[in-house]
Nanobody
Framework: QVQLVESGGGLVQAGGSLRLSCAAS????????MDWFRQAPGKEREFVAY????????YYADSVKGRFTISRDNAKNTVYLQMNSLKPEDTAVYYC???????????????WGKGTLVTVSS
């Protein structure tokens, strides 16, 4: 079992930045690929980014490419999402997830956090 707890959400103005964190406990964190997803009000949950086990490989949704950066610290059992140049359309609940293999699909995830709310005002 892996427990995931997100933090760092909040209210920010358009153009601003936030850094989300996801702390993991339980089975070896470094054995999992880590993803971030988000769900905007009234919309389906969507993929944001993933990072491979070593941290040297990343992949992003087109909507966030160039603005968001995913990273991980295996010594701290934590994955991060640095979000810059935020837009009102980035407003959503952000979830981290752990997977046994590389995947950008919800059904590819093994464990989920409960999410943290990011609100971007215009």
């Amino acid at each position: 079992q892996v427990q995931l707890v997100e933090s760092g959400g909040g209210l920010v103005q358009a153009g601003g930045s936030l850094r989300l964190s996801c702390a993991a406990s339980g089975r070896a964190f470094s054995s999992y690929v880590m993803d971030w997803f988000r769900q905007a009000p009234g919309k389906e949950r969507e993929f944001v980014a993933y990072i491979n086990r070593s941290g040297r490989g990343t992949y992003y949704a087109d909507s966030v490419k160039g603005r968001f950066t995913i990273s991980r610290d295996n010594a701290k059992n934590t994955v991060y999402l640095q979000m810059n140049s935020l837009k009102p359309e980035d407003t959503a609940v952000y979830y981290c997830a752990a997977a046994d293999r590389l995947s950008a699909r919800e059904n590819g995830m093994n464990y989920w956090g409960k999410g943290t709310l990011v609100t971007v005002s215009s």
